[in-house]
């Protein structure tokens, strides 16, 4: 049995290195995990012995000048035929590639090998001739390195020509081969059938998420998510640059949790010996600017929140968050059906302003629906929760089977409500408009419907991805309202927000009426890219640690 595949025994010395059976010389193991190294393991150290042996670094210095992808040789090569029958190529006569080796084969004096890129794969063509010492007849490069030290996952660098084979295959003709990195781990095979369907994949969602290094070497097709959440930050962002918006950082670290109601994470500053908190929103910052007198500023950035995780929710999530004075709540109505219209254009391939959400085609073009709470309650329970005081909606809910407590006020307990019975059902973007003044402590109070304030939530896929307000700005008014906060917190609320005492300064000092919104990043990415799972749009989401 060929060593290289099949079983190799082994054996260590004192040094915990591993003493190969041909040699006898001994390689350092691998002293971060506990458990044993695998056959392939050891090979690939054995390999990286006689790589150095050979004179040739396995970890060159890093300058490797590409001057060419897959893509562009794949998407762009052209050949014409002569008269004669002779070929003339056109472009990418002279060209570096650098990336990964994912596939090998030898065909006599010549090697077949697939080399990724991040633009995706190419077919590599080298020659033993290619490589030939006239003096020695020996070809060191090609019958050590390519032929029998090369390993699956190995980055090397070429450089050569483009051509295609008699099967038509654009290829690479290499010229130079260069070891860039030795892969010391075999990286998993994909496998798939005659027709092309992958049977057998790095396809555990928990491996996936965990090693995500290797989740998007062998799985390409997910590196599209990451792609276009990227251009959707990026649409975004020249959206609001357009607008005239300043774009700024708030703290991360702060003193108070304050600007959304959600339970924070804690730790200490050990030089001021005061205890800090990971930002839940970075609404009251952004709003001293305004106090400050920027007209309009913006931040995308990262929030924190000690709460539960499951497919829409990480602890860890981004955050767009932007303000403008002189605006009110209907600006911001148009503002978001404007720009995420352009996101979608920006990401669908035919430019049109939908997105597939699973078995639902989105038209991210406006106007979107508008309706209040109290009417989408209606609407989709019967439950007449308008007219209702605190104690008829806790026994709605006991009835309903919604889960609740007695710690729960009347906002609590109306948001419950909303979730359970008509969440769900806000497919198409929807605007849930106008919620009762409990629900909303930061929000103006509303023009001519007593009891509530002017604040809407964005919902599309029955899941809310933005929440907006006409900014409430007199300093009286919301101290009052976090008041209010306090005494939930003290019936046992833990998301109630807390009292912001240099806030409320601020806003004495005079803010002129404004507009706000926050859009969950995240969220969003999943939407444009049709995912169900938040972790699918993080490239690292949060996880219990290994056992």
């Not at 990286?48 to 893509?71: H, S």
């Not at 085609?361 to 929760?385: M, N, V, W």
């Not at 059902?425 to 409990?438: A, R, S």
Request: glycine share 6%; with cysteine; net charge negative.
């Amino acid at each position: 049995m060929n060593a290289r595949f099949g079983f190799y025994p082994y054996i260590t010395d004192n040094f915990n290195r591993f003493v190969t059976p041909t040699t006898g010389k001994s390689l350092l193991l691998r002293p971060l995990f506990r458990n044993s190294m695998t056959e392939q393991e050891l090979l690939r150290r054995e390999s990286l012995q006689k790589l150095r042996e050979l004179g040739i670094d396995p970890y060159p210095a890093p300058l490797f000048d590409v001057t060419a992808t897959a893509a562009d040789i794949t998407h762009h090569y052209e050949e014409i035929v002569l008269e004669d029958g002779s070929k003339n190529r056109l472009n990418y006569q002279d060209i570096a590639i650098a990336g990964r080796i994912m596939a090998a084969r030898e065909a006599g004096k010549a090697m077949f090998l697939n080399l990724q890129d991040a633009s995706g794969r190419i077919q590599l063509y080298a020659r033993r001739d290619d490589f030939l010492n006239a003096e020695t007849g020996e070809a060191p490069i090609f019958d050590h390195l390519i032929k029998k030290l090369l390993d699956l996952g190995d980055y090397v660098g070429v450089r050569g020509y483009a051509f295609k084979t008699k099967t038509g295959e654009i290829s690479v003709h290499v010229r130079e081969f260069i070891m860039l990195s030795k892969s010391l781990r075999p990286l998993p095979v994909v496998k798939k059938d005659a027709e092309g369907n992958v049977f057998d994949a790095f396809s555990d969602p928990e491996l996936r998420y965990r090693m995500r290094y290797v989740d998007l070497t062998v799985n390409t097709q997910y590196r599209d998510i990451f792609i276009k959440r990227s251009r959707m930050i990026k649409t975004i962002r020249a959206y609001l640059d357009d607008l005239g918006l300043l774009e700024v950082e708030t703290p991360i670290l702060q003193p108070i949790h304050g600007g959304a109601a959600a339970r924070p994470f804690k730790t200490h500053h050990n030089t001021l010996d005061m205890p800090l908190f990971l930002r839940i929103a970075n609404e009251l910052y952004l709003k001293r600017l305004i106090v400050a007198g920027f007209d309009g500023v913006y931040e995308i950035g990262k929030m924190f929140r000690n709460e539960g995780m499951d497919r829409t929710h990480n602890p860890e999530f981004s955050m767009l968050e932007f303000y403008v004075a002189y605006k009110d709540y209907f600006w911001l109505m148009d503002v978001t059906e404007q720009m995420l219209e352009r996101v979608a254009r920006a990401l669908h391939a035919d430019g049109l302003a939908t997105a597939q959400i699973g078995d639902h085609t989105i038209q991210f073009a406006g106007p979107y629906r508008r309706l209040t709470i109290y009417d989408a309650i209606k609407e989709y329970s019967g439950f007449d929760a308008e007219n209702a005081d605190e104690a008829a909606l806790f026994a709605y809910c006991k009835q309903e089977h919604i889960e609740v407590d007695k710690t729960m006020g009347m906002a609590k307990l109306l948001d419950e409500i909303f979730s359970a019975k008509a969440e769900k059902h806000l497919i198409q973007p929807t605007f849930l408009m106008d919620h009762p003044v409990e629900m909303s402590p930061l929000t103006k109070k509303h023009r001519s419907k007593p009891g509530l304030v002017e604040r809407f939530e964005l919902y599309i896929n029955g899941k809310e991805v933005a929440n907006a307000y006409s900014e409430l700005n007199d300093p009286i008014d919301q101290r009052e309202r976090f008041e209010e906060q306090l005494r939930l917190a003290e019936r046992g609320e833990e998301e109630a927000m807390a009292m912001d005492e240099d806030f409320l300064r601020a806003l004495e000092y005079g803010m002129p009426p404004t507009a706000g919104i926050g859009f969950g990043i995240d969220r969003l990415a999943m939407m444009f890219t049709n995912q169900s799972s938040i972790q699918e749009v993080l490239f690292f989401p949060q996880m219990r640690p290994e056992v």
